[in-house]
């Protein structure tokens, strides 16, 4: 009777430890790309970067104090990374783009008004493509948006 009771004991522990390892590792190689990424655009004080948030694969910081911003994404199907020097624009603003007639939301950009020359930084953020739970990761990706774009725009 004991023997049985030690071997599912370990069997659930089993369970319970093998995601949260893949979990966590997951978490660390994303802190290491999220870092490096900051690195790239200042190499010598990547913790200038003073908010980093999160969510749905796209991670966003901004060094309030240098005004500089970054919107990382970390899609499965492409990986990139978008500089804006905030100095250097006057205006942000989110682009929604519907399907059709409906209220379906298929893609959200930042758009940038460029302080000298008046052209437009389109920055992708969201694309009903690229998303795997569609509407629902469209919603909070929108709300997403908007608080980070009041973010933004503060920083200007």
């Keep these: 009777m004991e023997t049985s009771v030690t071997i599912i004991g370990i069997v659930i ?3 319970v430890a093998i995601p949260i390892y893949f979990s966590a590792r ?13 690195k ?14 999160s969510q749905s694969n796209k ?3 901004i060094d309030q104090k240098n005004r500089k ?6 899609n499965p ?7 804006v020097d905030l ?23 930042y758009e940038f008004l460029e302080r000298e020359t008046s052209n437009k930084i389109t920055v992708p953020f969201y694309d009903f493509d690229d998303d795997r739970i569609k509407q629902i990761s469209a919603y909070q990706d ?8 009041k973010i933004i725009q503060d920083s200007i």
């Design 13 to 15: 522990a089993v369970i």
């Design 26 to 38: 997951s978490s660390a190689a994303n802190k290491t790309k999220i870092l490096d990424i900051k």
């Design 40 to 53: 790239k655009y200042n190499p010598n004080n990547p913790q200038e970067f003073d908010l980093t948030e």
């Design 59 to 61: 991670t966003l910081t």
């Design 69 to 74: 911003f970054i919107l990382m994404n970390f």
């Design 77 to 83: 199907n492409q990986q990139e990374s978008t500089y």
């Design 87 to 109: 100095r250097t624009v006057s205006s942000c603003k989110l682009v929604l783009t519907t399907e059709g007639n409906s209220n379906t939301i298929v893609k959200i950009d």
């Design 142 to 149: 929108h709300m997403f948006a908007k608080k980070w774009l």
